[in-house]
């Protein structure tokens, strides 16, 4: 076999490794995100002292001798065991159910592919348990004026603000189509909530609704013109829609209500560099710097706008500054139509080998 097809394949299953190790880190996410939700956490069914939930219940994952395989309250997954504690039962001189108990959490070290199949069996488990948790109308009134929910409950009718929750649940889970339908029948109820408002915007940019999102923010800044995260976001789907005017004038007043904020001074430079403006982008990137001087974003975003204004060296040095603070970013790069002309440059490359990192050489990254 020559160099070149072992090379090809190999780059073949280095991109598979990487697509595995980042999908297992979104799900890892994902998971501590629902457990941190469920409180308090359940206690293990015939377990005195582990709160936990079993990732397999049904047996259907090959564990490879692992035994109970359980996430617990912090999202992480463990192997739960049961057993005797002799220490306590020779310092009592008796048998106490209670003290003899010996539960013991194990930390699995698991590759990617063995994580995700039981991070997300845990995940499912927990989302049930959120389910049922949240699946109750009763609110307090407190709890009803918090959410913006003022309506009179009636038997059997869930509150606006319990289908937020439950809508917040199947967000978290990444399940946004449910999460929108819980979204619109809080609304239905209450036209003003502005948590419904809001995050069922969010759910509909998830799953690629720019209009219908853009319309649940536009409500939202009706209701409240100064919020900073409704106008990121909205400048945000202007942005993706090719609107740079509107975008620019949601991210400037923005600014203007909050100077120092990084991810709005970056976004801002975005716009700027769409609009062919390149050395205005500059200074709203390192004014992003200046703030939080280990944004990776914000170097990742200078390095575009010195490739924008032709400054290989410079594009180069914030590249690298970039990869070392997130090397997520070198896959980025590989894919990104403005750097991707470097990414088979002696240069660039030296970068990413100081870093000790093997990523494909091809300019588009496959």
Not at 88 to 105: F, N, Q, Y
Not at 112 to 131: C, M
Not at 329 to 334: D, G, K, V
């Amino acid at each position: 076999m020559d160099k070149d097809t072992e090379r090809e394949i190999l780059n073949r299953k280095s991109s598979a490794d990487r697509v595995l190790e980042k999908t297992a880190i979104e799900m890892e996410s994902l998971l501590k995100e629902a457990c941190l939700a469920l409180r308090p956490f359940p206690s293990f069914p015939n377990a005195f002292f582990t709160n936990a939930i079993e990732c397999d219940p049904n047996g259907l994952i090959g564990n490879d001798g692992n035994g109970c395989v359980v996430v617990t309250e912090n999202g992480e997954l463990h192997e739960l065991d049961f057993g005797v504690d002799h220490d306590a039962i020779e310092m009592l001189g008796s048998w106490d159910p209670v003290s003899a108990r010996k539960e013991t959490l194990r930390p699995l070290e698991l590759h990617p592919r063995d994580y995700l199949l039981f991070a997300y069996s845990g995940l499912v488990a927990v989302t049930e348990a959120l389910l049922e948790k949240n699946s109750s109308p009763v609110t307090s009134p407190e709890q009803e004026k918090l959410s913006g929910d003022y309506s009179t409950s009636q038997p059997g009718i869930q509150s606006a603000a319990s289908l937020v929750e439950e809508g917040n649940v199947y967000f978290t889970v990444s399940q946004y189509n449910l999460a929108i339908d819980r979204y619109t029948s809080a609304l239905e109820q209450e036209p003003k909530q502005i948590s419904a408002l809001y995050n069922r915007g969010r759910a509909n940019s998830h799953i690629g609704a720019l209009q219908d999102a853009l319309r649940d923010y536009h409500q939202v800044l009706n209701l409240v013109p100064d919020d900073l995260d409704t106008l990121n976001n909205r400048g945000l789907l202007y942005l993706e829609d090719g609107k740079l005017d509107a975008a620019l004038e949601d991210f400037e007043k923005a600014l203007a209500l909050n100077t120092t904020d990084t991810t709005l001074l970056v976004n801002k430079g975005l716009v700027l560099l769409a609009k062919e403006e390149p050395l205005q982008s500059l200074n709203s990137f390192k004014a992003a710097v200046e703030q939080d001087p280990v944004d990776p974003a914000a170097h990742y975003a200078i390095a575009k706008a010195f490739m924008a204004l032709g400054n290989r060296t410079e594009t180069l040095q914030a590249l690298q500054t970039a990869f070392r603070l997130d090397n997520s970013y070198i896959e980025a790069a590989f894919n990104d139509s403005a750097i991707s002309q470097l990414s088979n440059e002696p240069d660039f490359l030296e970068i990413i080998k100081e870093l000790g990192l093997d990523f494909p050489t091809t300019g588009d990254g496959k």
